[in-house]
């Protein structure tokens, strides 16, 4: 089983910036894809970026698009959400989570379904 351990979360103002990070260990080689999600109260969980085991697919939500990097460090087995120009809207608990699903294994696809190993969660609140 993969264990993530998400970081990095708190208070940001309008336009400011967060870098989240999610550490995993355990089966870390089993898996295809890591992928960074969030849910708002009252709202269903979204895919907000994913990233490929070899960081050449990456996938983001239109939604953060040109605001949001998602990257990964192999050797430590970390992978980073950096979110610039921050909006209230971007306000939810982030969540990282894995793949082991062979659709994955190409193309860093987004959706919920696919991700089985999921992480406790880090809250992110962007208010002035």
């Known amino acids: 089983q993969l264990q993530l351990v998400e970081s990095g979360g708190g208070l940001a103002q309008p336009g400011g910036s967060l870098r989240l990070s999610c550490a995993a260990s355990?089966?870390?080689?089993?898996?295809?894809?890591i992928g960074w999600f969030r849910q708002a109260p009252g709202k269903g969980r979204e895919g907000v970026s994913c990233?490929?085991?070899?960081?050449?697919?990456?996938n983001y939500a239109d939604s953060v698009k040109g605001r949001f990097t998602i990257s990964r460090d192999n050797a430590t087995n970390t992978v980073y959400l950096q979110m610039n120009s921050l909006k209230p809207e971007d306000t939810a608990a982030y969540y990282c989570?894995?793949?082991?699903?062979?659709?994955?294994?190409?193309?860093?696809?987004?959706?919920?379904?696919?991700?089985?190993?999921w992480g406790q969660g880090t809250q992110v609140t962007v208010s002035s």
């Open positions: 355990g089966f870390t080689s089993d898996y295809y894809a």
């Open positions: 990233i490929s085991r070899s960081g050449g697919s990456t």
């Open positions: 989570a894995g793949s082991r699903n062979v659709i994955t294994a190409l193309q860093a696809v987004c959706a919920t379904v696919l991700y089985g190993d």
